[in-house]
């Protein structure tokens, strides 16, 4: 089965400059994510995705990062005017319809993530 | 406060050791656990879920203890392939995840 796969896999802007970033997820997967991971630290999610409706967007800088997800398979983030502290992996993910967790948490919703794109801005 | 936290480590134990990660989180609504385990420049890959129950896969121990809202993973008979990064990961209705900073284990011959 293939994974989820994203585009470019480095981009390396200057400041103020405009970025954009491809995800297709694993087939039949409802879910999309996209995470930003800087260095050092772990992924912090910036947008999620059930089909093509925004689920949480509460923490994307939304005065210059938006994403969308059309038909409800492939996405794409825009970064737009990028900033030096945007400098980090962006992640995709991508999980089947989630289903309810079992008593007691633990359910089985888990993530597939996508290699990422290693932005550098400049 | 962050909503989940992991000592970031380093963690430098020989081949064999046993060593654990610990994790707290402060939304006591969380519902779903999990440990992901990150290697260097790759991107994360489920390695268990946590149940309340606790559970065991092979090597591994996870813990639950949702009174003091706190997470473990433990490592037994170490491995050289055991080195990486483990992310705690913690999610509040099975959908949005938060992820720990990650706590870094490096396994010696």
């Known amino acids: 089965e293939a994974g989820v796969a994203q585009s470019p896999r480095y981009k390396i802007i200057e400041k103020r400059q405009s970025v954009a970033f491809w995800c297709n997820p694993i087939?039949?997967?409802?879910?999309l994510y996209w995470y930003q991971q800087i260095l050092g630290q772990g992924p912090k999610l910036l947008i999620q995705?059930?089909?093509?409706?925004?689920?949480?967007d509460s923490q994307l800088p939304k005065d210059r990062f938006s994403a969308e997800r059309l038909k409800g398979v492939d996405s794409t983030l825009k970064i737009q005017p990028a900033k030096l502290e945007d400098s980090a992996v962006y992640l995709c993910?991508?999980?089947?319809?989630?289903?309810?967790?079992?008593?007691?948490?633990?359910?089985?919703?888990?993530?597939?993530f996508g290699p990422g794109t290693r932005l550098t801005v400049l | 406060r962050k909503e989940v936290e992991q000592d970031p480590g380093p963690f430098n134990v020989p081949e064999g050791a046993t060593v654990a990660f610990n994790c707290t989180y402060s939304?006591?609504?969380?519902?779903?656990f999990f440990w992901y385990r990150q290697d260097c420049r790759k991107e994360p890959k489920l390695l268990m879920s946590?149940?309340?129950s606790g559970n065991e896969d092979g090597r591994f121990t996870a813990q639950l203890n949702r009174a003091s809202q706190y997470i473990s993973l433990l490592i037994r008979d170490s491995k050289l392939s055991d080195s990486a990064t483990y992310l705690c990961?913690?999610?509040?209705?099975?959908?949005?995840?938060?992820f720990g900073a990650g706590t870094r284990l490096t396994v010696k011959p």
């Open positions: 993910a991508s999980s089947p319809f989630p289903t309810p967790g079992l008593a007691g948490g633990g359910g089985r919703n888990e993530q597939f």
């Open positions: 087939s039949g997967h409802a879910t």
């Open positions: 990961v913690v999610s509040r209705n099975n959908n949005d995840m938060r």
């Open positions: 946590v149940y309340s």
């Open positions: 995705f059930q089909n093509n409706g925004v689920v949480d």
């Open positions: 939304n006591s609504a969380s519902q779903s």
